[in-house]
């Protein structure tokens, strides 16, 4: 089946690197917020755990791009069904690398107010 010229403009667009990247991180953030990880008050306050996250999510990012400059076949017709296939490819591997830091982030017992002791003594959060 032949591309209809809207069709193909529509998925040039929408690969734009800049605006995959900027589609990316608003869903991550997303699935964040619903999962309860980080709240919309953390995000306006720019927490210590938001900065991390922003962190992570710009290792991420990056990584994916300079694997872009690799892999990705610039002769490939795509479709906008396939940009967004790529993106939330994207936005699991995120995802899941966040969840995977987490989960061997060693916590320290009891923790009762992290951040706010991390806040106080001006540490930074590690990443792993």
């Given at each position: 089946m032949k591309q209809q010229p809207f069709e193909y403009r529509l998925a040039n667009s929408l690969n734009n690197p800049t605006c995959k990247r900027k589609q990316i991180k608003k869903s991550v953030l997303q699935h964040c917020v619903n999962a309860g990880f980080i709240r919309e008050v953390e995000k306006d306050n720019e927490s210590l755990r938001y900065k991390w996250l922003m962190e992570v999510l710009d290792i991420n990012l990056t990584?994916?791009?300079?694997?872009?400059?690799?892999?990705?076949?610039?002769?490939?017709?795509?479709?906008?069904?396939?940009?967004?296939?790529?993106?939330?490819?994207?936005?699991?591997?995120?995802?899941?690398?966040?969840?995977?830091?987490?989960?061997?982030?060693?916590?320290?017992?009891?923790?009762?107010?992290?951040?706010?002791?991390?806040?106080?003594?001006?540490?930074?959060?590690?990443?792993?």
């Amino acid at each position: 089946m032949k591309q209809q010229p809207f069709e193909y403009r529509l998925a040039n667009s929408l690969n734009n690197p800049t605006c995959k990247r900027k589609q990316i991180k608003k869903s991550v953030l997303q699935h964040c917020v619903n999962a309860g990880f980080i709240r919309e008050v953390e995000k306006d306050n720019e927490s210590l755990r938001y900065k991390w996250l922003m962190e992570v999510l710009d290792i991420n990012l990056t990584s994916l791009s300079l694997l872009d400059q690799i892999t990705v076949d610039s002769n490939y017709s795509l479709t906008p069904a396939d940009v967004q296939t790529e993106i939330d490819a994207k936005v699991s591997a995120v995802v899941k690398n966040i969840v995977k830091r987490l989960m061997e982030t060693a916590v320290a017992y009891p923790c009762l107010n992290c951040e706010s002791i991390a806040r106080d003594s001006q540490q930074k959060p590690e990443l792993k």
